[in-house]
């Protein structure tokens, strides 16, 4: 869960980049929280509930797909990616599973690296 406080944080943070582990923990809350509240929003007979979610974390999923795209050592640009039907969503899936550039990139340091004292 302080994954995805952590993105929350970060509303609206283009620069930087994101590990796996933030970006992937970040969508396993949303999908749960979309899922309940698509269920209270069906039993309820409230079915803008789970658009209502999807409106309030639009700039953080942003944000955390660019600095996602950002530590693979791509542009944040990529993102536009995704609107090509199906290549683009299996295009989008490759680059956010891949692994971080390894050292610091022109998008910062590697968050996996721990930071040396000095």
């Avoid at 409106?55 to 791509?74: F, K, M, Q, Y």
């Avoid at 536009?80 to 390894?102: A, E, N, R, T």
Wanted: with cysteine; net charge positive; aromatic share 14%.
């Amino acid at each position: 869960m302080s994954w995805f406080i952590e993105v929350i944080k970060k509303y609206a943070v283009f620069s930087g980049r994101a590990r796996r582990k933030e970006y992937w923990m970040f969508a396993l809350f949303y999908l749960i929280f979309y899922v309940v509240l698509a269920a209270v929003g069906a039993a309820i007979d409230a079915v803008w509930l789970p658009a209502l979610l999807t409106i309030a974390l639009l700039l953080p999923s942003l944000g955390v797909s660019v600095r996602r795209l950002h530590d693979t050592g791509r542009s944040g640009w990529w993102i536009l990616i995704g609107l090509v039907p199906l290549v683009g969503f299996i295009v989008m899936l490759v680059f956010v599973c891949s692994d971080s550039q390894p050292g610091a990139n022109q998008y910062g340091p590697n968050p996996k690296e721990a930071p040396v004292a000095a």
